[in-house]
């Protein structure tokens, strides 16, 4: 057990006090009822097979922030560095800020935040490894790292930075609610060491003595309904009508017009009121070259090779149902397989660069831990099908000989439905692939546009693929190459449009999602209009082909030439994907939580002294 120091002060213990049995959104407050199995365990804190006798072990327990006392001193953060022992480059607990006015009547306003131990913890749930626990003791979301493999999308799905990606250690960590402090009535270290009385905890719902608001929400706090976080605050101090992030992050809150004088007396300003928009910067436009690489580079190739070559399959398999004879196995005895063994060797390849891309490679298999929750899990789950089955019908069809020992009907029988199921599993796949980008943290990918672009790369890159290779090879190459025009039509016809309306919404939603789309029109617009004039004209010159359909070497060549525009658009629209998304995560400082500031320290140097606070080495 944690020892306390002799003669600890009293607010260093948590309060006992009567508390509603629900919270607000409904949830008990008593994490299991009275007389259940889970009552009673040991947490084995450093080994230790004591039970604590608290009696509020089984209640949830939350963070309470007072914005108007904190001074941002960074005591809870070095409280929490020393009780965890982090790096210099992570911490579990950040002081960020926002600010407002101008001079004399400046305003900044101060928040302190960690993990805040939600009902609905999306973390739990997305992790592909199982590495999250929600505990029935104080209801607190805990995480192991060693079962964690470093893939980090606990940190793309949390809305408040609480999970933090070791890039040197290759895993995830994060708060624990100070569990051990809590078995002997202690509250967490951060909350003990804070000297001005912003940060306090208790059972949740629970007004904390000296408090008159807590509020779900705070100017600068994301939509506190993605995961009913355990964190109740105060602000009563007037703020401007416009809070500025001072990190990299275009964003300002805004105070609505509704909500331009405090509500009620004693009650303050309300900071569920302020909404997050865009920062209307001056900024000139480029191409932004160098930011368009990121440290997702592995997951552009990734998901575009797995698009391409499940698109490929479909039409080498289902052609000859539909009358392309010249796609038939018996056709080409050696250029099928060759291209079928092509494509598992792309696949391949694809799978080595996500799974390096992994903080802990040598522990892939553990992606399958989460299939019920977890899309991550899914999506693994789809693609290993998918290669597997692909493998086993390139191998039926290639190699017959090896299976002439079975009767003919059941090597057809197998083939067939290695077929089938690859089909399937490739489409199931790639929904699964898609489905781990619908993330409400992050506005910019929480849009069916993610759909029509995954099946629209699927539709173009595919049929381009297999036109190029099989038509040099066939008679009938007008034929081919006129049928697959039609799949390549149809496959950049959805990413236009899905191109059009996504850009309607972000303007429409504001916040992260419109400031991203801001981002894309200002550093990026050289780029951004480059790749959409690349899509439209592509979509062009194959509906022309498909009109007309050019005759040998030179519809070959024209081909050739709409594969290049085509597939140029289609990597670089996806490196933009990854490169504008602009999380819903708290906001943090000039020089902590900047993501210009790191990438400064990196490219100067800065970031080889440890006391910078920026791991040099990127995962």
């Avoid at 500031?597 to 606070?613: C, D, I, N, W, Y």
Wanted: charged share 15%.
């Amino acid at each position: 057990m944690f020892e306390p120091r002799p003669k600890e002060p009293a607010y260093a213990f948590v309060p006992k006090v009567d508390h509603p049995e629900q919270n607000r959104w409904g949830q008990s407050i008593e994490t299991v009822p009275q007389g259940h199995v889970l009552r009673g365990k040991s947490l084995n804190i450093n080994g230790d097979a004591a039970v604590s006798a608290n009696p509020d072990r089984y209640k949830q327990h939350g963070f309470y922030f007072n914005a108007d006392n904190c001074i941002a001193c960074h005591a809870c953060e070095a409280a929490c560095a020393e009780k965890n022992e982090t790096p210099a480059h992570l911490a579990f607990r950040s002081v960020g800020y926002l600010e407002g006015g101008a001079y004399p009547s400046y305003t900044r306003m101060n928040i302190s935040m960690a993990c805040n131990h939600c009902d609905d913890p999306v973390c739990l749930k997305g992790c592909p490894t199982l590495a999250y626990t929600k505990f029935a003791e104080y209801g607190a979301v805990l995480q192991d790292p060693d079962i964690c493999f470093g893939c980090g999308y606990c940190t793309w799905v949390c809305p408040y930075n609480a999970p933090q990606l070791d890039p040197v250690a290759g895993h995830v960590s994060k708060c624990n609610m100070c569990v051990d402090r809590l078995e002997v009535g202690l509250k967490p270290a951060c909350v003990s060491a804070c000297l001005a009385n912003a940060l306090d905890f208790g059972v949740i719902e629970t007004k904390p003595e000296n408090r008159i608001q807590t509020e779900i929400t705070i100017p600068g706090f994301p939509d506190p309904n993605i995961t009913h976080p355990n964190i109740r605050f105060q602000q009563t101090k007037t703020l401007p009508r416009e809070m500025t992030r001072t990190d990299s992050h275009p964003i300002q809150y805004v105070r609505t017009a509704s909500d331009s004088l405090p509500r009620e007396a004693g009650e303050g300003w309300g900071g569920g009121e302020y909404r997050p928009q865009p920062l209307m910067r001056d900024e000139s436009r480029g191409w932004g070259i160098k930011k368009l690489s990121t440290r997702e580079n592995p997951l552009v190739v990734f998901t575009l090779i797995s698009q391409a070559v499940v698109g490929a399959f479909l039409v080498l398999f289902f052609g000859p149902l539909f009358g392309l004879d010249m796609l038939a196995a018996d056709a080409h005895p050696i250029a099928r397989p060759a291209f079928l063994f092509g494509m598992i060797g792309l696949q391949t390849l694809a799978l080595v660069l996500s799974t390096l891309h992994l903080g802990r490679p040598h522990r892939f298999y553990r992606a399958f831990n989460n299939l019920r929750y977890s899309p991550v899990s899914r999506e693994v789950a789809g693609i290993a099908v998918f290669y597997n089955l692909l493998g086993a019908y390139t191998v039926l069809t290639a190699f017959p000989q090896l299976s002439q020992w079975l009767p003919l009907g059941l090597i057809n029988n197998l083939t067939t439905l290695a077929g089938y199921g690859a089909a399937l599993s490739g489409l199931a796949a790639l929904y699964f692939m898609h489905s781990i980008y619908r993330i409400p943290a992050r506005p910019f990918w929480n849009h069916w546009q993610v759909l029509t672009s995954f099946y629209g790369a699927m539709l173009v890159l595919g049929p381009l693929a297999v036109g190029l290779v099989f038509a040099p090879l066939v008679d009938e190459s007008t034929a081919l190459l006129g049928t697959l025009a039609w799949a390549v039509v149809a496959g950049l016809a959805l990413e236009i449009i899905g191109l059009a309306f996504h850009a309607r919404d972000l303007r429409r939603m504001g916040g992260e999602g419109a400031a991203a789309h801001q981002v894309q029109t200002t550093n990026f617009a050289h780029t951004y209009r480059s790749r959409n004039a690349a899509f439209g004209v592509a979509l062009l010159a194959v509906l022309a082909f498909a009109l007309f359909i050019p005759q040998g070497a030179t519809g070959w060549a024209i081909w050739l030439l709409i594969s290049v525009v085509a597939t140029s658009a289609a990597a670089v629209g996806r490196m933009l994907f990854y490169a504008l998304v602009i999380p819903t995560t708290m906001p943090g400082a000039f020089f902590w939580r900047n993501p210009a500031f790191q990438a400064h320290a990196r490219e100067t140097g800065l970031a080889k002294m440890p006391q910078v606070g920026v791991a040099m080495d990127c995962h």
